[in-house]
């Protein structure tokens, strides 16, 4: 069974940090690209960070800078470090592992940056 469980969301004030953490387990999470996704009340999904199997980046532009994400596949779990946290970066962010076409998602956990 397949599942990715995130966890480290809460509400923090602007200019703060958060760790979002995502754990998988059931997939073959060293040679999956894992993603992070982020969901704010009336916008469409946005793609925030990704790390290919080879450990490649990319990242939003409106998080550059800001969010670094990495991941540890002896552990099977991905992270998002979150700083100088804005706003509108206010959203549900989902954890995301994908590997010849198939993707799975986790349950989403909220942040809130707000003062």
């Known amino acids: 069974q397949v599942q990715l469980v995130e966890s480290g969301g809460g509400l923090v004030q602007p200019g703060g940090s958060l760790r979002l953490s995502c754990t998988a387990s059931?997939?073959?999470?060293?040679?999956?690209?894992i993603n992070w996704y982020r969901q704010a009340p009336g916008k469409q999904r946005e793609l925030v960070a990704r790390v290919s199997r080879s450990g490649s980046t990319n990242y939003a532009d409106s998080v550059k800078g800001r969010f670094t994400i990495s991941r540890d596949n002896t552990k099977n779990t991905m992270y998002l470090q979150m700083n100088s946290l804005k706003p509108e970066d206010t959203a549900v962010y989902l954890c995301?592992?994908?590997?010849?076409?198939?993707?799975?998602w986790g349950q989403g956990t909220q942040v809130t940056v707000s003062s």
């Open positions: 995301n592992a994908e590997r010849l076409g198939v993707s799975h």
């Open positions: 059931g997939i073959m999470f060293s040679l999956s690209a």
